[in-house]
Nanobody
Framework: QVQLVESGGGLVQAGGSLNLSCAAP????????MGWHRQAPGKQRELVAS???????NYADFVRGRSTISRDNAKNTMSLQMDSLKPEDTAVYYC????????????WGQGTQVTVSS
């Protein structure tokens, strides 16, 4: 089992910013993609942003232009800077990694709450 450590969630006012961080074990090899998903009450989990090992990024439409995802391959860490937060961004945010390149296995963090007040 791979433990992912998430941090950076919390309560912020609309228009504010948060930086979410996720750390995988440093000695873990073959970390393919890393990403963040979110799940609001009563809704399905959805992709927020992801980044591949070579730095290719993908953003959901609802965060594109106001979020930046980055990673440090040497440390197996990832960050998501979110700006101009909206109340509809309120959700539990989950770190996700994919291990392997020919056969990929997904691992998930426990989630960190992000609450945006109006």
């Amino acid at each position: 089992q791979v433990q992912l450590v998430e941090s950076g969630g919390g309560l912020v006012q609309a228009g504010g910013s948060l930086n979410l961080s996720c750390a995988a074990p440093r000695n873990l090899f073959s970390v393919n993609y890393m990403g963040w998903h979110r799940q609001a009450p009563g809704k399905q989990r959805e992709l927020v942003a992801s980044i591949t090992r070579n730095g290719y990024t993908n953003y959901a439409d609802f965060v594109r232009g106001r979020s930046t995802i980055s990673r440090d391959n040497a440390k197996n860490t990832m960050s998501l800077q979110m700006d101009s937060l909206k109340p509809e961004d309120t959700a539990v945010y989950y770190c996700n990694i994919g291990l392997g390149f020919t056969s990929i296995k997904d691992y998930w963090g426990q989630g960190t709450q992000v609450t945006v007040s109006s």
